[in-house]
């Protein structure tokens, strides 16, 4: 159980949305280190701009930490104030009072604030968030419903079970329970399913050590509804009565009227549109402003649209059912994918550099895809892109004229690479349309926050390219403080945010001031609806595999061939400017991958200049983009507990340029391409594709990519079925024509996944000439397929029926 339990979530102050880091101490041992170091990763990891950081928990827990922050010269105090300011006004101390025995609202100084609604906030809104992250919510497959312990029917179904798999929740609902207990006359504290004995045995607990029990209450279970019946009415005058979720209310009104107090009854989850009246709700699962989940409508048998249509009963008992394997669909793509209102734009942007891969933004964070947005504004023009750069360009310009004013003062430069130089430019161009043209300056972020306040003032925000929302909003709540009443503009060349809801957001916050939504302005000149980062670049991950694949072969005395020296160089200096031509494997003669063929998804893509590496990944990252937001549920790339689609291997075919493949290889998500987590026929498809691959074959083309495809397989981006990996890595090794860096990651693939076999070698020619013949009569091609024959059989005999059982080690 990790010691602190981290929790972000936003709130509505005034029409604008603020957003709190809730830090709750689940651990009463936890130290200033281990704090300090929680506290550092959360704020690395926040994708939004941190308001206000709340400090839950126990009295003496909150007391601790409090004085870590009021320490002189506190490391602690210097990080929380750069996150939000003033600790006075950013931070907020919430405690179970013991001597009153219900929370309140502190501050450093520990003055309360009576009367807190940020009480009922953080408890909602924290409990949400925890039962959303802890996959509170089970859809019913398709074809499938529940019934529940009521008997009533729904598609959805809350499983508090799922919530307390992390104890830090466990702590965190007997926290907010601790009032209903605090020496009150009860005797009994009863749950509904035995799934929350843990929150109610912790609750007591905590109580206990802090001396706030009347008496020593007992634990135990009525089963749901079927034993309800059986509560005497004197035990349920004396009971604390703990319901672990509830869509209708049914329950808490049948245990009322067995004799349960309805302010000694407490609903840990609810979910409905109906206010309940019976007894107390911990947590409303609708939330506020459409942050909640979607009520689940109940039905009666006789009414059930499921079962007028046939549907499977899926019978839930107490807290345990049983539910098929998601349906698993594959999705091939068609250049319809692709909107036909972005082709124009992408065919205009192929061949000016403006893309690559794997860069280093700043703070250190590594971007999938970035941008070089110089030769958009001012780079020179060819027949291919004339028209369309010479319009943007002349967008740009008015933009520039229009967000001039008399009160323009600062020009903020924002970290994005390429910013300074465009903030630059935009001063030159607007002094001399002001009457005092030396006042207007060039700030960075950071110079922002020290500037002098003066209210009235106007400012241009300026970024070469916006990819995520967190630093842009760190320099609107600047702005709140530097010029009150002021206008501010917003500028980027390039716009790349997916999926839509989180740019409507950004805009939504960044826009919206004293005069409501539209207060300020955004304007970017090129949006593309692309995800810059991913967990963990494709590249870092192959950077990874290479040095275990190097140091597997420095422990079983192989060579390490040069080319993947060369790779492992290259991809370490990489983050600093980013990879452009490079971002693949080469062919195995050495020529950089590109299109041989023209591309069906856009015209233009070879002639001059020729599209890149970057350009393609960028292209077929969008693709993919818009199949996994489509709203045709056949065609949709999803990945759930219920519904999973994959992508085709058929589409490895369809593109079988090897600059195409590599891309959809490094652009598609691991669960995209896991066909080793799919039936053994898909599987053996993809394993089709594969052997195609491998050198040897008439068309020498179909090799291209076969680095790039033992790559996948290596990060795991790509995964098969144990005994069809097996077999492409054979083949691979029994290849006269493959090259060392292919034989080298085959072999290691095949000690990782059986390490306890001999390692695999490749069959050495006996003579060098392809017409020699062996002792045996056979020509030396013959005896290698026939020795990589053997291998193969002895392996598949081996391994048949473990594909689920195999270890798998790291080098």
């Given at each position: 159980?990790?010691?602190?339990?981290?929790?972000?979530?936003?709130?509505?102050?005034?029409?604008?949305?603020?957003?709190?880091?809730?830090?709750?101490?689940?651990?009463?041992?936890?130290?200033?280190?281990?704090?300090?170091?929680?506290?550092?990763?959360?704020?690395?990891?926040?994708?939004?701009?941190?308001?206000?950081?709340?400090?839950?928990?126990?009295?003496?827990?909150?007391?601790?930490?409090?004085?870590?922050?009021?320490?002189?010269?506190?490391?602690?105090?210097?990080?929380?104030?750069?996150?939000?300011?003033?600790?006075?006004?950013?931070?907020?101390?919430?405690?179970?009072?013991?001597?009153?025995?219900?929370?309140?609202?502190?501050?450093?100084?520990?003055?309360?604030?009576?009367?807190?609604?940020?009480?009922?906030?953080?408890?909602?809104?924290?409990?949400?968030?925890?039962?959303?992250?802890?996959?509170?919510?089970?859809?019913?497959?398709?074809?499938?419903?529940?019934?529940?312990?009521?008997?009533?029917?729904?598609?959805?179904?809350?499983?508090?079970?799922?919530?307390?798999?992390?104890?830090?929740?466990?702590?965190?609902?007997?926290?907010?329970?601790?009032?209903?207990?605090?020496?009150?006359?009860?005797?009994?504290?009863?749950?509904?399913?035995?799934?929350?004995?843990?929150?109610?045995?912790?609750?007591?607990?905590?109580?206990?050590?802090?001396?706030?029990?009347?008496?020593?209450?007992?634990?135990?279970?009525?089963?749901?509804?079927?034993?309800?019946?059986?509560?005497?009415?004197?035990?349920?005058?004396?009971?604390?009565?703990?319901?672990?979720?509830?869509?209708?209310?049914?329950?808490?009104?049948?245990?009322?009227?067995?004799?349960?107090?309805?302010?000694?009854?407490?609903?840990?989850?609810?979910?409905?549109?109906?206010?309940?009246?019976?007894?107390?709700?911990?947590?409303?699962?609708?939330?506020?402003?459409?942050?909640?989940?979607?009520?689940?409508?109940?039905?009666?048998?006789?009414?059930?649209?499921?079962?007028?249509?046939?549907?499977?009963?899926?019978?839930?008992?107490?807290?345990?059912?049983?539910?098929?394997?998601?349906?698993?669909?594959?999705?091939?793509?068609?250049?319809?994918?692709l909107p036909g209102e972005l082709k124009p734009t992408l065919s205009a942007l192929l061949g000016l550099r403006v893309f690559c891969a794997f860069r280093r933004q700043e703070g250190d964070r590594v971007a999938s895809i970035a941008a070089n947005v110089s030769s958009i504004l001012s780079g020179p023009l060819t027949e291919k892109?004339?028209?369309?750069?010479?319009?943007?360009?002349?967008?740009?310009?008015?933009?520039?004229?229009?967000?001039?004013?008399?009160?323009?003062?600062?020009?903020?430069?924002?970290?994005?690479?390429?910013?300074?130089?465009?903030?630059?430019?935009?001063?030159?161009?607007?002094?001399?349309?002001?009457?005092?043209?030396?006042?207007?300056?060039?700030?960075?972020?950071?110079?922002?926050?020290?500037?002098?306040?003066?209210?009235?003032?106007?400012?241009?925000?300026?970024?070469?390219?916006?990819?995520?929302?967190?630093?842009?909003?760190?320099?609107?709540?600047?702005?709140?403080?530097?010029?009150?009443?002021?206008?501010?503009?917003?500028?980027?060349?390039?716009?790349?945010?997916?999926?839509?809801?989180?740019?409507?957001?950004?805009?939504?916050?960044?826009?919206?001031?004293?005069?409501?939504?539209?207060?300020?302005?955004?304007?970017?000149?090129?949006?593309?609806?692309?995800?810059?980062?991913?967990?963990?670049?494709?590249?870092?991950?192959?950077?990874?595999?290479?040095?275990?694949?190097?140091?597997?072969?420095?422990?079983?005395?192989?060579?390490?061939?040069?080319?993947?020296?060369?790779?492992?160089?290259?991809?370490?200096?990489?983050?600093?400017?980013?990879?452009?031509?490079?971002?693949?494997?080469?062919?195995?003669?050495?020529?950089?991958?590109?299109?041989?063929?023209?591309?069906?998804?856009?015209?233009?893509?070879?002639?001059?200049?020729?599209?890149?590496?970057?350009?393609?990944?960028?292209?077929?990252?969008?693709?993919?983009?818009?199949?996994?937001?489509?709203?045709?549920?056949?065609?949709?790339?999803?990945?759930?507990?219920?519904?999973?689609?994959?992508?085709?291997?058929?589409?490895?075919?369809?593109?079988?340029?090897?600059?195409?493949?590599?891309?959809?290889?490094?652009?598609?998500?691991?669960?995209?391409?896991?066909?080793?987590?799919?039936?053994?026929?898909?599987?053996?498809?993809?394993?089709?594709?594969?052997?195609?691959?491998?050198?040897?074959?008439?068309?020498?083309?179909?090799?291209?990519?076969?680095?790039?495809?033992?790559?996948?397989?290596?990060?795991?981006?790509?995964?098969?079925?144990?005994?069809?990996?097996?077999?492409?890595?054979?083949?691979?090794?029994?290849?006269?024509?493959?090259?060392?860096?292919?034989?080298?990651?085959?072999?290691?693939?095949?000690?990782?996944?059986?390490?306890?076999?001999?390692?695999?070698?490749?069959?050495?020619?006996?003579?060098?000439?392809?017409?020699?013949?062996?002792?045996?009569?056979?020509?030396?091609?013959?005896?290698?397929?026939?020795?990589?024959?053997?291998?193969?059989?002895?392996?598949?005999?081996?391994?048949?029926?473990?594909?689920?059982?195999?270890?798998?080690?790291?080098?």
């Amino acid at each position: 159980m990790n010691a602190l339990s981290i929790h972000f979530y936003s709130k509505d102050v005034a029409g604008r949305q603020e957003q709190v880091l809730s830090i709750f101490v689940a651990n009463h041992n936890v130290t200033l280190q281990e704090f300090d170091e929680v506290v550092v990763n959360a704020i690395t990891g926040a994708t939004v701009t941190v308001d206000t950081i709340h400090i839950v928990g126990y009295q003496e827990d909150v007391h601790r930490v409090r004085q870590w922050v009021r320490e002189d010269g506190s490391v602690l105090c210097g990080r929380l104030e750069n996150l939000v300011g003033l600790i006075e006004t950013g931070v907020r101390f919430i405690l179970f009072d013991e001597t009153q025995g219900r929370h309140v609202d502190e501050d450093v100084d520990g003055r309360r604030r009576e009367a807190s609604e940020v009480l009922q906030v953080e408890q909602q809104a924290v409990l949400l968030a925890a039962f959303k992250a802890g996959g509170g919510e089970q859809r019913a497959p398709t074809g499938t419903h529940y019934v529940k312990t009521s008997d009533s029917h729904a598609e959805r179904f809350l499983r508090v079970s799922n919530v307390l798999e992390d104890g830090a929740n466990v702590c965190l609902l007997a926290y907010w329970l601790a009032g209903y207990l605090w020496n009150a006359p009860i005797r009994y504290v009863v749950v509904d399913t035995s799934g929350i004995y843990s929150v109610a045995q912790k609750m007591v607990y905590e109580a206990a050590v802090r001396g706030g029990l009347a008496g020593q209450p007992l634990v135990w279970s009525h089963r749901s509804h079927d034993g309800v019946d059986e509560i005497a009415e004197h035990h349920a005058r004396e009971a604390l009565f703990l319901i672990s979720a509830s869509t209708s209310g049914g329950l808490a009104q049948r245990l009322i009227k067995q004799g349960a107090l309805p302010d000694r009854l407490v609903t840990l989850f609810y979910l409905s549109d109906a206010n309940s009246e019976s007894g107390r709700v911990l947590c409303n699962l609708r939330g506020t402003n459409g942050q909640g989940l979607e009520a689940i409508r109940n039905y009666r048998e006789a009414d059930c649209p499921c079962c007028q249509k046939h549907y499977h009963r899926i019978q839930i008992q107490g807290d345990q059912f049983a539910i098929a394997p998601p349906n698993v669909s594959s999705v091939e793509i068609k250049a319809t994918d692709l909107p036909g209102e972005l082709k124009p734009t992408l065919s205009a942007l192929l061949g000016l550099r403006v893309f690559c891969a794997f860069r280093r933004q700043e703070g250190d964070r590594v971007a999938s895809i970035a941008a070089n947005v110089s030769s958009i504004l001012s780079g020179p023009l060819t027949e291919k892109n004339r028209g369309f750069l010479t319009q943007k360009r002349e967008e740009w310009a008015s933009l520039v004229r229009r967000s001039s004013s008399v009160s323009s003062r600062h020009i903020v430069a924002c970290s994005y690479p390429q910013s300074t130089e465009i903030a630059e430019a935009i001063a030159q161009t607007m002094r001399p349309l002001l009457r005092d043209g030396d006042r207007l300056r060039v700030l960075s972020v950071a110079e922002l926050r020290s500037a002098v306040p003066e209210a009235g003032t106007s400012t241009v925000v300026v970024s070469a390219c916006i990819d995520e929302g967190k630093e842009l909003l760190a320099v609107s709540r600047t702005l709140r403080d530097v010029q009150e009443s002021g206008s501010t503009t917003y500028l980027a060349a390039l716009h790349m945010m997916c999926p839509k809801t989180e740019a409507d957001r950004l805009r939504s916050n960044l826009t919206f001031g004293q005069h409501g939504p539209t207060t300020f302005s955004m304007h970017c000149l090129i949006s593309l609806p692309v995800n810059c980062y991913e967990e963990e670049a494709s590249w870092a991950k192959e950077l990874q595999e290479l040095l275990r694949i190097q140091s597997f072969a420095d422990r079983n005395e192989l060579m390490v061939p040069a080319n993947m020296e060369a790779r492992i160089s290259r991809l370490q200096a990489a983050p600093g400017t980013g990879l452009i031509d490079d971002l693949f494997w080469p062919a195995a003669g050495g020529e950089h991958l590109a299109l041989r063929s023209d591309f069906s998804l856009l015209t233009d893509a070879r002639h001059p200049p020729a599209a890149t590496q970057a350009d393609l990944y960028v292209v077929v990252s969008l693709l993919l983009s818009q199949l996994r937001m489509s709203s045709n549920a056949g065609r949709r790339l999803s990945y759930n507990a219920y519904e999973r689609s994959i992508i085709s291997p058929d589409n490895f075919d369809r593109f079988n340029d090897g600059v195409l493949q590599a891309c959809l290889l490094r652009a598609a998500r691991p669960k995209e391409l896991s066909y080793g987590a799919c039936d053994a026929a898909l599987s053996e498809r993809m394993l089709s594709v594969l052997l195609h691959s491998v050198p040897g074959e008439q068309i020498s083309e179909r090799s291209e990519s076969l680095m790039e495809f033992l790559v996948a397989l290596a990060t795991g981006r790509l995964t098969l079925h144990n005994a069809h990996l097996l077999e492409f890595c054979h083949r691979i090794i029994g290849a006269a024509a493959a090259e060392e860096s292919a034989v080298l990651i085959a072999q290691y693939l095949i000690w990782r996944e059986t390490p306890e076999s001999t390692l695999a070698v490749r069959p050495t020619l006996a003579l060098s000439s392809s017409e020699a013949v062996t002792p045996d009569g056979l020509r030396d091609g013959q005896e290698v397929d026939q020795q990589s024959a053997v291998q193969l059989d002895m392996l598949m005999t081996q391994t048949a029926g473990s594909d689920q059982s195999t270890s798998t080690r790291d080098a």
